[in-house]
């Protein structure tokens, strides 16, 4: 294995090359998330108005003061709010893998915690793959199962015992 050197700085030592490939498969993990996220946002704003009338027709019993164009733009609303969200939550994970490359502990336990996430949502769309209507929703829920796989690889080889030792050192 050819350890990555890195920067001088006070117990850090060489990276392993199992920890690179590691980062390498979370930065992998975030574009699809990225794709994820772009092609379920083209599938709710296309499906928008579906949403609202079912939204609206569950509504109108108890709240009649909605009207549909009303309900269309707080389903568009809220297509926006989960964009906004998915990409915070991107961009957190790209610090977290930041840290991750730098050997923090820390680091590793949230991406541990993460893989278990995306394998959770993997086997919920595994079992839900052949309800999905439309390409974006088979792109979606085939993203999710090979997050889910890339996660793991790179959960594995963060335990690796060179990596292990990689991480106690820099532990902070």
């Known amino acids: 294995m050819n350890p990555t050197i890195l920067p001088a700085e006070s117990g850090i030592r060489t990276r392993p090359e199992d920890v690179r490939t590691a980062c390498q498969l979370w930065w992998a993990v975030i574009g699809l998330a990225i794709v994820r996220l772009a092609l379920g946002a083209v599938d709710g ?8 009338k079912n939204f609206y027709d569950q ?3 108890e709240q009649g003061e909605f009207s549909l164009s009303q309900m269309e733009f707080a389903v568009s609303i809220i297509e926006v ?3 906004t969200y998915g990409l915070a939550v991107a961009t957190g994970a ?3 893998v930041h840290q991750l490359g730098l050997g923090r502990l ?6 541990e915690v993460g893989a278990v996430v995306l394998v959770l949502g993997a086997i919920g769309s595994l079992f839900g793959l052949g309800t999905a209507t439309g390409a974006p929703a088979m792109l979606v829920g085939a993203a999710v199962i090979l997050q889910a796989v890339l996660a793991c690889g790179a959960v594995f080889l963060c335990r690796r015992s060179e990596s292990a030792a990689y991480f106690r050192s820099n532990g902070h």
């Open 45 to 52: 704003f296309g499906n928008r108005h579906d949403t609202a």
């Open 59 to 61: 509504l109108k019993t």
């Open 81 to 83: 709010l989960v964009v």
């Open 94 to 96: 790209v610090a977290v």
């Open 106 to 111: 820390w680091a590793r336990a949230i991406a």
